[in-house]
Nanobody
Framework: VQLQASGGGLVQAGGSLRLSCAASVGGFSMYFMGWFRQVPGKEREFVAAISWSGGNTYYADSVKGRFTISRDNAKNTVYLRMNMLKAEDTAVYYC???????????????????WGQGTQVTVSS
């Protein structure tokens, strides 16, 4: 599946952004989806994940209460709503997906088969 991430940009601390990730495939509802982020010189970091139906969501502690992941299977799209942004949220954000059972491995980037190209989020303090 091809994933296209969008919605990044420059925002002041305390502001909000919504990222989108569109999948170019049918059967999107069979994909477990996640968002990761990466800054230069550091490993890619888990941000959030969502189950096939959207009934289960998972967050990194650093974003819990500020970010919300959601999906619209009819539009083949997953979203990441980011509120109360901080300078330390600055990174390239990637969406990722995989079919099949992922279990407790949703935090590991190696658990995902397909990746979007990334979208830059820059938060100015």
């Amino acid at each position: 599946v091809q994933l296209q991430a969008s919605g990044g940009g420059l925002v002041q601390a305390g502001g909000s952004l919504r990222l989108s990730c569109a999948a170019s495939v049918g059967g999107f509802s069979m994909y477990f989806m996640g968002w990761f982020r990466q800054v230069p010189g550091k490993e890619r970091e888990f941000v959030a994940a969502i189950s096939w139906s959207g009934g289960n969501t998972y967050y990194a502690d650093s974003v819990k209460g500020r970010f919300t992941i959601s999906r619209d299977n009819a539009k083949n799209t997953v979203y990441l709503r980011m509120n109360m942004l901080k300078a330390e949220d600055t990174a390239v954000y990637y969406c990722a997906g995989r079919t099949g059972y992922i279990g407790s491995s949703y935090r590991a980037d190696r658990s995902y088969d397909d990746w979007g190209q990334g979208t830059q989020v820059t938060v100015s303090s």
